[in-house]
């Protein structure tokens, strides 16, 4: 898979981690500034720009938007690593040309560049932007809708990142998730949601070359109120992008990669020799589960308590003098036997003292943990 080993080498390093800012994002926006559009869609809440680039010069428009949620940056790393790869000389220029002959891809790397900003889901105004597509409430939504009512769209890529309580029925986490949204309370398959259902379905068949039984499907409950919802009511077909964990990788800098692929595949740049698609196997694509924890404890000896207990610890994302750090927080104690941990540790009965003390409760931050026995530590946090 030459494609696989280009991004190896050639991926845009230039962002890296979870926190990723408008002030990052502008050197590599310059940097593009005399090979693509780039233009300026409006400003949010605090007055930052909301930048937008058009790639391309083709019948085929599609709009895509990254960070509507503030801290959800996985997928904007693989968007601008999609611009490396459409801007370099090199490789694949055939299918690059080909690739800008045929479509106008609109994008907005960052929505919500203040809540990029604040390291927060919300806007300035506490308000979810994804939950804000009827009222049009708040400038970002307002620029969203004034770019997608201007070009247009035949496609819309609506670009996530989801947390890491995701897996599936396997008990393999999902690590990339898709939606085609429905368009009505009875969720019918409209002309518009089936064209998405077949994208997501080829997105999947090239994905499980690379991550096999990683790949999940989100609950597809309408709500007009959320703008994929809002834009397949319209007509538009939309796909909801979710980047989710992969293992011993809090940085997401795998997931990035997966995402970009799928850009690929979308685009037309075959990774293999895909499957075709159709949109009958959308619904074979398994549905997301709230069945994952960070860390499992398993076979704990509490005090006070006869039976063995199992620990759930999840982690809680803090931005700390501009970097993310992941406060550890117990989550359950219990019977934890319906969750699957990104990390288990089974103690085998001993008892545990957490932050020095043999008593703890649900909704604490973790500092240490430390076998009652002999003091050893279990896990550094």
Known sequence: ?????????????????????LEHIIPLL???????????????????NIPLLK???GEKVVLGWSQMHGNESTTTKALFDFLKFIHQTVDFRQEIDRFLADFSFFIIPMLNPDGSFLYTRENANSI????????LSQKESRVLREVFDRIKPNLCL??????????????????????????????????????AMKHIVGMNNALQSIIPGQVGRYDDNFNKNCVGDTFQMAGVPTILFEAGHYQNDYNREKPREFVFYAFLNLFGFKLSNNIEASANDYFSIPENRVNQRDIILKNVRVDNYEELMDIAIQFSEVLRNETVYFDAIIDKIGDCTSYFGHKEIDLFREG???????KFEEGQKISSIVKKSDNSVIIIL
């Open 1 to 21: 898979m030459r494609k696989i080993s280009w991004y190896a080498s050639n991926f845009e390093d230039r962002l890296k981690g979870r926190y990723i800012a």
């Open 30 to 48: 310059d940097s593009y500034k005399d090979f693509f559009e780039i233009s300026i869609a409006g400003t949010s809440k605090l007055g930052r």
């Open 55 to 57: 790639i391309g010069h």
């Open 128 to 135: 979810d932007l994804n939950r804000d597509a009827q009222n």
């Open 158 to 195: 609506n670009l996530h990142d989801q947390r890491s309580i995701y897996g599936l029925d396997s008990g393999l986490s999902s690590v990339v998730s898709f939606l085609a949204p429905s368009a009505d309370e009875k969720r019918s398959i409209t002309p518009s949601r089936e064209v």
């Open 352 to 358: 545990i003292l957490i932050n020095s003390q043999v």
